[in-house]
């Protein structure tokens, strides 16, 4: 039988936990409406780090950065905060499941962007995604991006270098096939450079 000391300590470590009581790693700059950090309320003191989920609900949203990335997500957004290697604290493997995302990434070590419908390697890059169970509209809004997505049997690799925005739809069984620039804005990505003290990209 489990005793209470042991059932206490197994709950406190689902929660999320006060920026003061880990490494200053993320840190939430604005945050609007329903936002969950692991089911629980995200507040501006909450610290991200590897291993948490962060959920926005129909009127959320909610900017933030880790390190010199920089993100946005969207209402009813969810984003899986990973690392390729569990014993070190840095974030470089996100998975949005479905909702929007904007990020800005710093120059140097390589991050992975899952969706449901694409894999995408990211260096020093801006970037917007839209995912949904079947379908993601993804931008590379800056910098080079290399899309890798289902195309029937076939794996189609897809790198893309930009100094302006080059967006690409991804459709399970079908081709990435080119798209418009929308849904988001050049101001957006000068925005999340800011957060992180980097120069307006264009």
């Not at 995200?42 to 926005?56: E, F, K, M, N």
């Not at 010199?68 to 493997?93: G, Q």
């Not at 739809?169 to 988001?184: D, K, Y």
Request: proline letters at 6%; charged letters at 20%; one cysteine or more.
């Amino acid at each position: 039988m489990t005793s209470r000391r042991q059932f206490l300590a197994t709950f406190a470590a689902l929660l999320p936990l006060p920026a003061a009581a880990q490494a200053p790693w993320g840190v939430v700059h604005e945050l609007v409406g329903d936002v969950t950090l692991n089911d629980f309320p995200l507040t501006r003191q909450s610290a991200l780090q590897a291993g948490q989920t962060i959920r926005t609900g129909a009127d959320g949203r909610v900017w933030f950065s880790i390190g010199t990335d920089a993100y946005f997500l969207r209402p009813n957004s969810r984003l899986r905060l990973d690392s390729s290697k569990p014993k070190e604290p840095i974030i470089d493997f996100l998975r949005l499941a479905t909702g929007a995302l904007g990020a800005t990434f710093a120059r140097g070590m390589r991050r992975q962007l899952i969706a449901p419908t694409a894999t995408i390697g990211i260096r020093g890059t801006g970037v917007y995604l839209e995912a949904a169970p079947d379908v993601a509209y993804f931008c590379t809004c800056f910098g080079s991006t290399e899309i890798l997505a289902p195309s029937g049997a076939l794996m189609e690799n897809v790198p893309v270098a930009t100094g302006k925005h080059q967006a690409r739809m991804m459709m399970t069984g079908l081709r990435i096939m080119p798209a418009g620039f929308e849904r988001h804005t050049n101001e957006e990505m000068a925005r999340l450079e800011a957060l992180v003290g980097r120069a307006n990209p264009f």
